[in-house]
T-cell receptor, first 118, second 115 residues
Framework: AQKITQTQPGMFVQEKEAVTLDCTYD???????LFWYKQPSSGEMIFLIY??????QNATEGRYSLNFQKARKSANLVISASQLGDSAMYFC???????????????FGTGTRLTIIP | ETGVTQTPRHLVMGMTNKKSLKCEQH?????MYWYKQSAKKPLELMFV???????ENNSVPSRFSPECPNSSHLFLHLHTLQPEDSALYLC??????????????FGNGTRLTVT
């Protein structure tokens, strides 16, 4: 079974509008972390935001916020006031349990391609 | 200097060739990773090295051979590849501690085409 599910293969959003990218996850661990990355056409994966399973507040980083609903196992990324430079692939990822032996591996979803329309 | 540097950016090789991908990190991290990114599939974790010791190998075919001579460098040696091995190969590094919020830092990747 998929551990990370991103159901939106592609999205088109008007510039300056807010956009929500969906992510649901599956884990039996009590301790886990959720990450969002942006991948422009250049290929580099850029870290955007992190949410820990025990964090009571939703994470925010500038225009990015994470809508964390633990009971629903969802961790949607919200981008406010979208810009043309936000056009990219966006990946949701999860780290389960506590990092062990220095292995901080992440499991990724299939991604959502976001296109901002001027 | 960017944090994680991968070379080459693009590589085209025949099925009988031998080539190597190189990754270098300047972040003082002690864990390094190889991921494979194919179209419409999640990133697939291939190998994990921590303090130069391989700590994870996700059933990767032996035609892929990793090498980690020190905590700053990671190689992926390729030989007798198949066309389905064509993909973007991403290297990443992390602090290697028990910090749950520590993200992976990625390079720009090597776009590999096997002909």
């Amino acid at each position: 079974a998929q551990k990370i599910t991103q159901t939106q293969p592609g999205m088109f959003v008007q510039e300056k509008e807010a956009v929500t990218l969906d992510c649901t996850y599956d884990t039996s661990d009590q301790s886990y972390g959720l990450f969002w990355y942006k991948q422009p056409s250049s290929g580099e994966m850029i870290f955007l935001i992190y949410q820990g399973s025990y964090d009571e507040q939703n994470a925010t980083e500038g225009r990015y916020s994470l809508n964390f609903q633990k009971a629903r196992k969802s961790a949607n990324l919200v981008i406010s006031a979208s810009q043309l430079g936000d056009s990219a692939m966006y990946f949701c990822a999860m780290r389960e349990g506590i990092a062990n032996f220095g292995n901080e591996k992440l499991t990724f979803g299939t991604g959502t391609r976001l296109t901002i329309i001027p | 200097e960017t944090g994680v540097t991968q070379t080459p950016r693009h590589l085209v090789m025949g099925m009988t060739n031998k080539k190597s991908l190189k990754c270098e990190q300047h972040l003082g991290h002690n864990a390094m990773y190889w991921y494979k990114q194919s179209a419409k599939k999640p990133l697939e974790l291939m190998f994990v090295y921590s303090l130069e010791e391989r700590v994870e190998n996700n059933s990767v075919p032996s035609r892929f051979s990793p090498e980690c001579p020190n905590s700053s460098h990671l190689f992926l040696h390729l030989h007798t590849l198949q066309p389905e091995d064509s993909a973007l190969y991403l290297c990443a590094s992390s602090g290697g501690g028990d910090r749950a919020n520590s993200p992976l830092h990625f390079g720009n990747g090597t776009r590999l085409t096997v002909t």
